[in-house]
């Protein structure tokens, strides 16, 4: 199983250690964007800092590359669409990243909407999504359309159901709260929050997910769901005559919560 360790960062991102399977002290960084916190980490924990792996260009997800190459030398991974500092390999679609002295691989899916050129990197039953899936929750449309958001969430939902999702902010309760509106009636959903309730009380992070509990949860991969499509008819005041339509209604809500 992979491990994992997440390093917080700001006022509610992740920036997760990846460790590696071969020598558990060396770890690749994902979306480093505080270097100290980063430095911090493995100083605290004794690790070694092998690669950077990175999902999308906003500066909390990058701010630390730089110095985090500067002082390690370590090799960087990004998406090939965006401007990403320390001089990343670019990656795409299908593109499989391989690090060997760790001895792990991941396959790069295109996730474009939160941004233009955001992707994710799977592999070893997990997928680092950044800010396109939450759990409970989906990125903004900062640079993308309703319909490649969408797409994106789709195809990251096909994943296996025991997929465990890391993404990067600690977003879940007020997601939540929102899809208790979006999708009422769901049981899954009242359930779901009265467990990451319990561990946001004990200052546990809510995440990783599984991309089976957000099949069951996340509104924004139940657009085909009547109650979703119901309530956000409601909201809208029009019919929406397809998922895409009710996706966009239901980001749109999500924007003014």
């Known amino acids: 199983m992979l491990e994992v360790t997440p390093v917080r960062a700001f006022a509610d991102n992740y920036i997760w250690l990846i460790h590696g399977r071969t020598d558990r002290t060396r770890v690749a960084a994902v979306d480093p964007g505080d270097a100290r916190a980063v430095e911090q980490a493995l100083a605290d924990r004794g690790l070694t800092l092998a690669a950077l792996l990175v999902t999308h260009h906003h500066r909390d997800h990058t701010g630390g590359v730089e110095a985090l190459v500067g002082r390690f030398g370590v090799p960087v991974f990004g998406p090939a669409r965006e401007s990403i500092p320390g001089g990343p390999r670019p990656l795409g679609e ?11 691989a991941f ?13 994710a990197f ?15 929750g989906c990125g903004r449309l900062f640079e993308g359309t309703p319909a490649q958001m969408l797409d994106s969430l789709v195809r990251l939902a096909d994943l296996p159901r025991d997929t465990k999702v890391y993404c990067t902010h600690e977003y879940t309760l007020n997601n939540l709260r929102f899809a208790r509106v979006a999708d009422p009636g769901n049981a899954a959903t009242a359930a779901y929050e009265a467990e990451c309730m319990h561990k946001r009380n004990r200052d546990e992070p809510t995440v990783p997910s599984t991309i089976g509990r957000e099949r069951e949860i996340n509104p924004f991969l139940r657009c085909d769901d009547s109650n979703v499509k119901q309530a956000a008819e409601s909201r809208a005041g029009r019919r929406l005559m397809d998922r895409t339509a009710v996706f966009a209604a239901v980001r749109e809500w999500k924007d003014q919560f």
Request: proline share 3%; hydrophobic share 40%; with cysteine.
């Open 107 to 119: 396959r790069v899916m295109d996730v474009p909407g939160h941004t233009a050129g955001h992707i």
């Open 94 to 104: 299908g593109d499989e990243v391989r690090l060997d002295d760790l001895g792990l």
């Open 122 to 136: 799977v592999g070893h039953g997990a997928v680092f999504c950044g800010d396109t899936l939450f759990s409970a």
